[in-house]
């Protein structure tokens, strides 16, 4: 049905920066919002950013004025760009697509394989 697929993770050093994409494909009739959340090692996933219908994005306060959230809607694509990286932003990062793959079906939630982002010097 959806496939979403990131890309753009790596190893950088603190103070460094880091741009993610996600784009989503398959059989997909409309996207409502595309996001982005974040897991530590034995830790449940955490938000991040998303942007959703009508361009309006959102960012999480304990990332907010380092990482900014953007979407090409034509391209079923969303971008984090992370800037001034710490080390606890060492996580595998998720990328989340909220869509319908026909008219009349639910909301599903679909996710990518995650991203690598290790901060460290």
């Known amino acids: 049905q959806v496939q979403v697929v990131e890309s753009g993770g790596g190893l950088v050093q603190p103070g460094g920066s880091l741009r993610l994409s996600c784009s989503a494909s398959?059989?997909?009739?409309?996207?409502?919002?595309m996001g982005w959340y974040r897991q530590y090692p034995g830790k449940q996933r955490e938000y991040v950013a998303s942007?959703?219908?009508?361009?309006?994005?959102d960012v999480d306060d304990s990332v907010k004025g380092r990482f900014t959230i953007s979407g090409d809607s034509a391209k079923n694509t969303v971008y984090l760009q992370m800037n001034n990286l710490k080390p606890d932003d060492t996580a595998v990062y998720f990328c989340?697509?909220?869509?319908?793959?026909?008219?009349?079906?639910?909301?599903?939630?679909?996710w990518g394989q995650g991203t690598q982002v290790t901060v460290s010097s």
């Open positions: 989340n697509a909220v869509a319908k793959f026909r008219p009349g079906s639910n909301w599903s939630y679909y």
């Open positions: 398959g059989t997909i009739y409309m996207i409502n919002t």
């Open positions: 942007t959703g219908n009508g361009g309006r994005s």
